[in-house]
């Protein structure tokens, strides 16, 4: 799937993804920066992936885990500084949002900073159910 967005092209094919522009914002991110690049590269393969284009340049990202039956996880978001403030985020969330395969699922995420995004999107707030149990490998 490909979408034009004014000069930006978002897509879901991953053979256009610069590894090295998505290990890059999330050895910087504070929720990905302990993850290995053996991780990441992982995480890409088994997951749908979004990158936000401007010509051969990626700039933003975003993935997708589901069972494609009733439930998707989003993740990884990420839109470079540089491009911040352009409206590449809100484009990103609504183009995987209302798109066939996933308008019919629940979407879970989680967020320390960006609730008033998501929320324009029809995320709720759910500090009550939302649990979590980190990895092995952060929890020493």
Same mark, same amino acid.
């Given at each position: =799937?490909?979408? &034009?967005?004014?000069? $930006?092209?978002?897509?879901?094919?991953?053979? =256009?993804?610069?590894? %090295?522009?998505?290990?890059?914002?999330? #050895?910087?991110?504070?929720?990905?920066?302990? /993850? #290995?690049?053996?991780?990441?590269?992982? #995480?890409? %393969?088994?997951?749908?992936?979004?990158?936000?284009?401007?010509?051969?340049?990626?700039?933003?990202?975003?993935?997708?885990?589901? !069972? !494609?039956?009733?439930?998707?996880?989003?993740?990884?978001?990420?839109? %470079?500084?540089? $491009?911040?403030?352009?409206?590449?985020?809100?484009?990103?969330?609504?183009?995987?949002?209302? #798109?066939? /395969?996933?308008?019919?699922? =629940?979407?879970?995420?989680?967020?320390? !900073?960006? %609730?008033?995004?998501?929320?324009? $999107?029809?995320?709720?707030?759910?500090?009550? /159910?939302? =649990? &979590?149990?980190?990895?092995?490998?952060?929890?020493?």
């Amino acid at each position: =799937m490909d979408f &034009i967005y004014g000069e $930006y092209l978002i897509s879901d094919n991953k053979e =256009m993804l610069d590894i %090295h522009v998505v290990k890059g914002f999330l #050895s910087r991110s504070y929720w990905a920066n302990k /993850r #290995s690049d053996e991780k990441i590269e992982k #995480s890409i %393969h088994s997951s749908i992936c979004f990158g936000i284009y401007k010509e051969e340049v990626q700039v933003g990202f975003a993935r997708v885990v589901t !069972d !494609d039956a009733t439930m998707y996880w989003l993740c990884d978001v990420f839109i %470079h500084e540089e $491009y911040r403030g352009k409206g590449l985020g809100k484009k990103l969330i609504e183009v995987i949002t209302q #798109s066939d /395969r996933f308008k019919d699922l =629940m979407g879970l995420l989680g967020t320390l !900073d960006a %609730h008033e995004l998501y929320e324009q $999107y029809q995320f709720n707030r759910n500090s009550e /159910r939302f =649990m &979590i149990r980190l990895p092995d490998y952060l929890r020493v």
